[in-house]
T-cell receptor, first 117, second 114 residues
Framework: AQKITQTQPGMFVQEKEAVTLDCTYD???????LFWYKQPSSGEMIFLIY??????QNATEGRYSLNFQKARKSANLVISASQLGDSAMYFC??????????????FGPGTRLSVLP | DTEVTQTPKHLVMGMTNKKSLKCEQH?????MYWYKQKAKKPPELMFV???????INESVPSRFSPECPNSSLLNLHLHALQPEDSALYLC?????????????FGQGTRLTVV
């Protein structure tokens, strides 16, 4: 069963505008972490932001913020003031907290963001 | 140092060759991962090492053989690969326990099997 859903295969945004990338997840574990990664064409996966299931506030990291709605099981990424260098593939990922070591990160299918000049 | 280093960056190999991919991290992470990523797809987990012991093997064919010689190094030995094994191979590491520890990824090895 698909645990992470990203319904937007591709998105376009004008430079300097804000954009929201959607992510919904499915888990029965009360303890989990949600992550967003950026993958430029070079291939490297770059960690952007993390949200824990028990965190009371939405995570923010510079121009990135995470709109966490626990009851809806959604963790949307908001990028403010888009830059041309933000053009990349974006993956939402989840890690469940079984407290076993070496648990897997499950990735969504990704959203390709293109920033237009 | 928040870096995961993978070598080589590109590899072309024949179906009868034996080659190895290498991954190194010096962040003191005790979990290390191999992922395979096909074009326009998300990474798929292959193996997880935790405290230098193989903890997850996602039914990967035996032509892929992982090795963790010490806590900083992770190898993936390749033998008799098929053209469909051509992909980007990503190494990652993370602290434990889960869930609130992000994985740091290397730049990947782009493998082409001819």
């Amino acid at each position: 069963a698909q645990k992470i859903t990203q319904t937007q295969p591709g998105m376009f945004v004008q430079e300097k505008e804000a954009v929201t990338l959607d992510c919904t997840y499915d888990t029965s574990d009360p303890s989990y972490g949600l992550f967003w990664y950026k993958q430029p064409s070079s291939g490297e996966m770059i960690f952007l932001i993390y949200q824990g299931s028990y965190d009371q506030q939405n995570a923010t990291e510079g121009r990135y913020s995470l709109n966490f709605q626990k009851a809806r099981k959604s963790a949307n990424l908001v990028i403010s003031a888009s830059q041309l260098g933000d053009s990349a593939m974006y993956f939402c990922a989840m890690r469940e907290g079984h407290y076993d070591y070496g648990q897997n990160f499950v990735f969504g299918p990704g959203t390709r963001l293109s920033v237009l000049p | 140092d928040t870096e995961v280093t993978q070598t080589p960056k590109h590899l072309v190999m024949g179906m009868t060759n034996k080659k190895s991919l290498k991954c190194e991290q010096h962040m003191g992470h005790r979990a290390m991962y191999w992922y395979k990523q096909k074009a326009k797809k998300p990474p798929e987990l292959m193996f997880v090492y935790s405290y230098e012991k193989l903890s997850i093997n996602e039914s990967v064919p035996s032509r892929f053989s992982p090795e963790c010689p010490n806590s900083s190094l992770l190898n993936l030995h390749l033998h008799a690969l098929q053209p469909e094994d051509s992909a980007l191979y990503l190494c990652a590491s993370s602290q434990d326990p889960p869930p609130n520890t992000e994985a740091f990824f290397g730049q990947g090895t782009r493998l082409t099997v001819v």
